[in-house]
């Protein structure tokens, strides 16, 4: 595998921080296990974190979540050892920045669909001379444990930049997307893929064009140096997909809470 990078970047820097547990898991060639949380509460940030999962990937796309929730969730989950990632609800200058300040650990970009979407992320994510990033907060060297001098020297080589894989333009161009320097990792977002390749969700997971555009994108990752991760139901799905994937993220809070109900429910109801 060839990393198509010219300057350090988390697939390869030597910048060792024990508090970047996703990283270090990935780096190590283990597989960190993610979930999404979509609910603004500080306090199911601090029990999700204590769950044994190695992030938790702030769903601030999808998830009822603003700036508030999302600086307190990063500060709750980075607090007890664990990996704050952020899914941020487009490519924006703002948003990435707004993201990138509270400290998070890593972002995790959708509905990137080429290498020019792709590129724009990475611009913003990456401090001079690498990117454009602006430097003002004091608040994203707390969540790594260092100073502001110290995260400001570390930053470019140790965040995570995330990119979702999840249309048909995005599979299409999958081979340039993975070739970005700065892009450090390939996500499917399986729902919305099968909705833009099947029209319909979810997939079944044996129709010939979803299973090849997966293949695809994997394919990609590695030919390009690049991780791989995917969302996943449950552990079960994780576990007999771990050969391929370098990082899942299981399901998350509120299906979590929603299918703990109906299972106790449907007990009682036996």
């Known amino acids: 595998m060839a990393i198509n990078n010219t300057y350090p970047t988390p697939a390869n820097t030597t910048i060792s921080n024990p508090r970047l547990r996703v990283l270090n898991k990935l780096k190590a060639g283990e597989t960190p296990l993610t979930t999404f ?35 307190n969730a990063v500060a709750a989950i980075s607090a007890l050892g664990v990996s704050p990632l952020i ?29 020019k979407e792709a ?3 990475v611009k ?7 990117g454009l990033r602006g430097q003002g907060s004091a608040f994203p060297a707390i969540a790594h444990g260092l100073t502001t ?11 995570l930049t995330m990119v979702q894989i999840e249309t048909k333009e995005g599979v299409e161009n999958v081979e340039e997307i993975a070739a970005t320097p700065g892009v450090d990792l390939l996500f499917i977002g399986p729902n919305d893929l099968a909705m833009s390749l099947l ?53 998350g809070d509120t299906k979590a809470l929603g299918n703990w109900y109906l299972d106790q429910i449907d007990t009682f109801n036996q």
Not at 124 to 130: D, H, I
Not at 219 to 224: G, N, T, V
Not at 237 to 248: D, H, P, V, W
Request: charged fraction near 20%.
């Open 149 to 159: 001098p110290e995260y400001m020297l570390s930053a470019n080589q140790t965040l």
């Open 87 to 115: 899914r941020i609800r487009g490519i924006s200058p703002d948003i990435i920045k707004r993201a990138l300040d509270t400290g998070a650990h890593g972002l995790l970009v959708p509905m990137v669909n080429n290498a």
């Open 119 to 121: 590129a724009e992320v």
């Open 37 to 71: 949380l979509a609910f603004p509460s500080v306090r199911v940030a601090q029990i999700v974190a204590l769950t044994g999962l190695d992030g938790v990937v702030i769903d601030c796309e999808h998830g009822h979540i603003g700036d508030d929730s999302m600086h």
């Open 199 to 251: 029209g319909y969700v979810p997939a079944r997971g044996d129709e010939p064009v979803f299973l090849e555009a997966i293949e695809k994108v994997i394919s990609a990752a590695k030919r390009h140096g690049k991780w791989g991760g995917r969302m996943v139901n449950n552990g079960a799905m994780a576990k007999e997909n771990a050969s391929k994937y370098n990082l899942f993220a299981i399901s």
């Open 124 to 130: 913003y994510s990456k401090f001079p001379p690498q």
